[in-house]
């Protein structure tokens, strides 16, 4: 009796070997493209914090000129489930410690989050968040890094200042009311630690394997001025 070698096919016509050259292409394929898709979902989660972040200053006017101030932060610490989360931190922010927390999205009729889902820090003058006279002074302060020697907008000028911590999220407050953990990074550490000093790398060359993500947006005192001159709240 003769035996015949028979090799290992499929209905198909395809040898294991050659279904596993497939395979492997296949899965090289999907990796190199894997990457360019990463980066095009990036862009967009960037683009629509953007949009997400001057709406909310557009909102910080509206407010603005419906109530003849700024709104106090909202307390970064309450849960989402919380009565009083997303709306003025209660007692007002008179002081240096009350003037940062997180955009009191709910005053405003915003979302809570960002792209990345985390909610947006916000820190305002004090003495804008009371009506203010055309002689108010913006104590918030805009740096190109964390030297806080080169400033980004002139003195006295920034009433305001939102922040978005970016797909990182270093140093973001989350919507159960608990903040990850701050940069090692030196820029984004600062604009997470509570004080009126904050970098903003948007005009400055930022390095291609920089841990800084961060996204600002600010509120210029003249144009609080201008906003509340043309409401007929200041002369």
């Not at 400033?151 to 006295?156: I, Q």
């Amino acid at each position: 009796m003769i035996y015949r070698k028979h090799r290992p096919f499929f209905k198909g016509g395809f040898t294991l070997v050659e279904l596993a050259i497939v395979l492997v292409v296949v899965s090289l394929l999907l990796v190199a493209l894997m990457g360019p898709l990463a980066a095009q979902q990036e862009q967009k989660s960037i683009m629509d914090t953007r949009r997400q972040m001057d709406e909310a200053r557009e909102a910080l006017f509206g407010f603005l000129v419906a109530n003849g101030r700024l709104p106090c932060p909202a307390d970064p610490a309450l849960n989402t489930t919380n009565a009083n989360a997303g709306l003025e931190r209660a007692g007002g922010c008179a002081t240096v410690a009350t003037e940062s927390g997180v955009l009191p999205w709910r005053a405003l009729g915003l979302k809570e989050a960002d792209a990345w889902g985390h909610r947006f820090s916000y820190r305002v003058t004090s003495n804008f968040a009371v009506p203010p006279t055309i002689t108010t002074n913006g104590t918030v302060e805009i740096y190109t890094d964390a030297t806080i020697t080169t400033k980004v907008t002139a003195d006295d000028e920034v009433a305001a200042v939102i922040v978005s911590h970016g797909r990182h999220a270093d140093g973001a407050w989350g919507s159960d009311g608990s903040q990850l953990a701050a940069s090692a990074d030196a820029d984004e550490a600062e604009n997470s630690n509570g004080d009126k000093w904050f970098v903003d790398h948007s005009n400055t060359a930022t390095q291609p394997n920089s841990p800084y993500d961060d996204l600002l947006v600010w509120v210029p005192r003249n144009l609080v001025f201008n906003k509340l001159i043309a409401a007929g709240r200041l002369p």
